[in-house]
Protein backbone atom coordinates (compact mmCIF):
# COMPACT_ATOMS: atom_id res chain seq x y z
CA UNK A 1 0.00 0.00 0.00
CA UNK A 2 1.31 3.18 -0.78
CA UNK A 3 -0.11 6.54 0.20
CA UNK A 4 0.55 10.59 -0.39
CA UNK A 5 -0.04 12.97 2.81
CA UNK A 6 -0.60 16.36 1.41
CA UNK A 7 0.43 19.70 3.56
CA UNK A 8 0.74 23.24 3.27
CA UNK A 9 -1.94 24.54 1.69
CA UNK A 10 -4.28 27.64 2.93
CA UNK A 11 -5.57 30.67 2.51
CA UNK A 12 -3.17 33.80 0.78
CA UNK A 13 -3.61 37.08 -0.70
CA UNK A 14 -3.19 37.46 -4.56
CA UNK A 15 0.54 38.11 -4.92
CA UNK A 16 1.39 35.80 -2.00
CA UNK A 17 3.33 32.78 -1.52
CA UNK A 18 2.55 29.10 -0.54
CA UNK A 19 4.92 26.38 -0.34
CA UNK A 20 3.03 22.97 -0.52
CA UNK A 21 4.43 19.45 0.12
CA UNK A 22 3.40 15.64 -0.59
CA UNK A 23 4.87 13.24 1.49
CA UNK A 24 5.10 9.32 0.06
CA UNK A 25 5.45 6.26 2.04
CA UNK A 26 4.67 2.60 1.99
CA UNK A 27 5.61 -0.32 0.27
CA UNK A 28 7.02 0.81 -3.06
CA UNK A 29 10.22 -0.16 -5.45
CA UNK A 30 10.47 3.01 -6.83
CA UNK A 31 9.20 6.68 -7.87
CA UNK A 32 8.47 6.88 -11.38
CA UNK A 33 7.09 10.47 -11.72
CA UNK A 34 5.23 12.74 -8.57
CA UNK A 35 3.48 15.85 -9.43
CA UNK A 36 0.85 18.17 -8.75
CA UNK A 37 -2.85 18.61 -10.36
CA UNK A 38 -5.70 21.18 -9.45
CA UNK A 39 -9.15 20.88 -9.68
CA UNK A 40 -11.31 24.32 -9.28
CA UNK A 41 -15.27 24.38 -8.71
CA UNK A 42 -16.85 22.79 -11.77
CA UNK A 43 -13.90 22.42 -13.73
CA UNK A 44 -11.62 19.02 -14.55
CA UNK A 45 -8.50 17.74 -12.81
CA UNK A 46 -5.27 19.80 -14.53
CA UNK A 47 -1.89 19.21 -14.37
CA UNK A 48 0.27 21.72 -12.42
CA UNK A 49 3.67 19.95 -12.58
CA UNK A 50 5.40 17.25 -12.82
CA UNK A 51 9.03 16.42 -11.51
CA UNK A 52 10.27 12.81 -13.07
CA UNK A 53 13.03 10.05 -11.28
CA UNK A 54 15.27 11.68 -13.68
CA UNK A 55 14.67 15.28 -12.35
CA UNK A 56 13.04 16.07 -16.03
CA UNK A 57 10.38 18.77 -14.99
CA UNK A 58 6.97 19.72 -16.39
CA UNK A 59 4.68 22.34 -15.82
CA UNK A 60 1.05 24.18 -17.07
CA UNK A 61 1.56 27.06 -19.08
CA UNK A 62 -0.27 29.22 -17.12
CA UNK A 63 2.04 28.28 -13.96
CA UNK A 64 5.56 28.79 -16.06
CA UNK A 65 7.81 31.22 -14.09
CA UNK A 66 5.47 31.17 -10.99
CA UNK A 67 5.73 27.87 -9.79
CA UNK A 68 8.77 25.98 -8.84
CA UNK A 69 8.31 21.84 -7.95
CA UNK A 70 11.08 20.10 -6.58
CA UNK A 71 11.91 16.68 -4.41
CA UNK A 72 13.77 15.44 -1.44
CA UNK A 73 14.59 11.75 -2.79
CA UNK A 74 15.89 11.01 0.72
CA UNK A 75 12.30 11.52 2.08
CA UNK A 76 10.53 10.77 -1.11
CA UNK A 77 8.86 13.99 -0.38
CA UNK A 78 7.94 16.27 -3.73
CA UNK A 79 7.19 20.46 -3.22
CA UNK A 80 5.05 23.19 -4.91
CA UNK A 81 6.77 26.21 -4.83
CA UNK A 82 4.38 28.87 -5.66
CA UNK A 83 4.69 32.35 -5.74
CA UNK A 84 2.68 35.28 -7.50
CA UNK A 85 -0.37 33.69 -6.55
CA UNK A 86 -3.76 35.23 -8.07
CA UNK A 87 -7.09 33.96 -8.09
CA UNK A 88 -6.91 31.49 -10.67
CA UNK A 89 -4.65 29.79 -8.41
CA UNK A 90 -7.57 28.82 -6.26
CA UNK A 91 -8.43 24.99 -6.40
CA UNK A 92 -7.40 22.01 -4.79
CA UNK A 93 -4.71 20.48 -4.98
CA UNK A 94 -3.99 16.96 -5.56
CA UNK A 95 -0.58 15.43 -4.95
CA UNK A 96 -0.10 12.41 -7.37
CA UNK A 97 2.62 9.76 -7.29
CA UNK A 98 3.66 7.17 -10.44
CA UNK A 99 5.04 3.91 -8.62
CA UNK A 100 6.63 0.42 -9.50
CA UNK A 101 5.38 -1.83 -7.23
CA UNK A 102 5.97 -5.78 -7.26
CA UNK A 103 2.66 -5.98 -8.77
CA UNK A 104 3.26 -2.68 -11.80
CA UNK A 105 3.05 0.03 -12.38
CA UNK A 106 0.66 2.02 -9.86
CA UNK A 107 -0.45 5.82 -9.79
CA UNK A 108 -1.78 6.84 -6.12
CA UNK A 109 -3.53 10.38 -5.65
CA UNK A 110 -3.68 12.41 -1.91
CA UNK A 111 -6.27 13.38 -0.68
CA UNK A 112 -6.24 16.80 -1.84
CA UNK A 113 -5.38 20.37 0.23
CA UNK A 114 -7.45 23.47 -0.76
CA UNK A 115 -5.45 26.97 -1.86
CA UNK A 116 -7.29 29.49 -1.73
CA UNK A 117 -6.22 33.09 -3.15
CA UNK A 118 -7.97 36.11 -2.00
CA UNK A 119 -8.04 39.64 -4.21
Known amino acids: QVQLVESGGGLVQAGGSLTLSCAAS????????MGWYRQAPGKQRDLVAL???????NYAESVKGRFTISRDASKNTVYLQMNSLNSQDTAVYYC?????????????WGQGTQVTVSS
Open 96 to 108: NGRFGTLLGSRDV
Open 26 to 33: GRFLSIVT
Open 51 to 57: IANGGST
